[in-house]
Nanobody, 125 residues
Framework: VQLQASGGGSVQPGGSLRLSCAITGDILGRYYMAWHRQAPGKQREFVAGITRTGVRKDYADSVKGRFTISRVNAENAVYLQMNTLNAEDTAVYYC???????????????????WGQGTLVTVSS
């Protein structure tokens, strides 16, 4: 499976962006999907995850209420709607996938086996 993230860019504080992750080479419905990010000088961290059918979602505390993860399996696409962005959200954002039949959404980056190339989000005035 290949993942390709897009939609990053520069935005002012308080603005919004929508990231997209296109999946090729396999059926999206097999995978738990997640977005992670890595800010300069920091470790990569979990941002949001979603189960195979999209019934359950999980978010890092820092983005709860501002970010929304979604998926459209028929389109082999996953999205991250980011609202009320602030400078601390500046990072390279990665989509990632892991195969599991059920259970909690993994929040550790090492659990995810396939990664996209990342898309840069810069929040600055």
């Amino acid at each position: 499976v290949q993942l390709q993230a897009s939609g990053g860019g520069s935005v002012q504080p308080g603005g919004s962006l929508r990231l997209s992750c296109a999946i090729t080479g396999d059926i999206l419905g097999r995978y738990y999907m997640a977005w992670h990010r890595q800010a300069p000088g920091k470790q990569r961290e979990f941002v949001a995850g979603i189960t195979r059918t999209g019934v359950r979602k999980d978010y890092a505390d820092s983005v709860k209420g501002r970010f929304t993860i979604s998926r459209v399996n028929a389109e082999n696409a996953v999205y991250l709607q980011m609202n009320t962005l602030n400078a601390e959200d500046t990072a390279v954002y990665y989509c990632a996938s892991t195969i599991r039949p059920y259970g909690q959404i993994p929040t550790t980056t090492t659990t995810y086996n396939w990664w996209g190339q990342g898309t840069l989000v810069t929040v600055s005035s």
